[in-house]
C-alpha cells in the first residue's frame, strides 16, 4: 500500500504562484501513474493534471499553459507547478496513484491510492 503525502499549498494572490509536492512512500513510485485532482467547496472533484511512468502528461483545459505536472523518480515526488494562479483554482488539490501494470486514466474512479490534500487559496 502506497502512502501519498501533498504539500505546498498555501494562500496566494491573483496571478501568483505556487509548486505542490506529492511524496510517495516507496521506491517505485516512478513505475506508477500519478494525477493531480482538486475538489472547490460545493462541486465534486475534477481532473487538473496527469503523469505517467514514461513522464507523458495531460492537462486540463482549465489549466493548460499554466500548470505543469513533473516528477523526480529520485526522490519518489510528483509536483505541480502551478503561475498565473486565479481566484476559481481555489481548491483542495488531491494527488493519487494507479496500481502497477494500469494504463494512463484521467478519470477520478481510476486510481486506487490518494493523498489527504493540501488546500490552495488563490484571493482576488
Known amino acids: 500500500q502506497v502512502q501519498l503525502v501533498e504539500s505546498g499549498g498555501g494562500l496566494v494572490q491573483a496571478g501568483g504562484s505556487l509548486r505542490l509536492s506529492c511524496e510517495a512512500s516507496e521506491s517505485i513510485f516512478s513505475r506508477r501513474h500519478v494525477g493531480w485532482f482538486r475538489q472547490a467547496p460545493g462541486k465534486e472533484r475534477e481532473s487538473v493534471a496527469h503523469i505517467s511512468w514514461r513522464g507523458d502528461t495531460y492537462y486540463a483545459d482549465s489549466v493548460k499553459g499554466r500548470f505543469t505536472i513533473s516528477r523526480d523518480n529520485a526522490k519518489n515526488t510528483v509536483f505541480l507547478e502551478m503561475i498565473s494562479l486565479k481566484p476559481e483554482d481555489t481548491a483542495v488539490y488531491y494527488c493519487?496513484?494507479?496500481?502497477?501494470?494500469?494504463?494512463?486514466?484521467?478519470?477520478?474512479?481510476?486510481?486506487?491510492?490518494w493523498g489527504r490534500g493540501t488546500q490552495v487559496t488563490v484571493s482576488s
Open positions: 493519487a496513484a494507479r496500481k502497477l501494470g494500469a494504463t494512463m486514466e484521467t478519470r477520478e474512479s481510476a486510481y486506487e491510492y
